[in-house]
């Protein structure tokens, strides 16, 4: 079966999943796009276990003759990761921590931005290219404010 990574997608699986009652479901982390099927299958009912992608890639060669081709052996792997290991089911991350979570992250992208632009600023000579580092620090500084 394959779904889109979309609400029609994620409305797709839960209609799957229904008729089976509760399950565990495990799925990889992938930097954050799994974050909110977890959440919509916890609030369906189901256990679901976020696993890291390296323990799973582990098992590749024992589910499948043809384990380099990732997509169509994955929900295999998966299903024997969760047989062997068996994973615990993560717990559902509150909303506000969602969103402190969001916050942080962006503040630490713009503080390595502003970083790198600086040394930009000190690596070029060409006027115009200052300029627009410079015009750019600018912004980042009103809103540090």
Known sequence: MSLSADPKGLEQLREWLQPKGRCLV??????????????????AGHD????????????RPAASDNWRKPIASMPRVLALFAEKVQPRPCEK????????????TRR????????????????TEMREVRKSISHMLDETACRDR
Do not use: C, F, W
């Not at 495990?26 to 916890?42: D, M, N, P, Q």
């Not at 991350?93 to 942080?104: I, K, R, S």
């Open 26 to 43: 495990v799925v990889e982390a992938t930097g954050g796009y799994e974050r909110r099927l977890v959440a919509e299958l916890i609030d």
């Open 108 to 123: 630490r992208q713009l503080v390595q931005m502003k970083a790198s632009e600086q040394v930009r600023l000190h690596q």
């Open 48 to 59: 679901v276990a976020r696993v890291n992608p390296r323990q799973v890639r582990g098992l």
């Open 93 to 104: 991350v509150p909303e506000n921590q969602v969103q402190l979570d969001a916050l942080l």
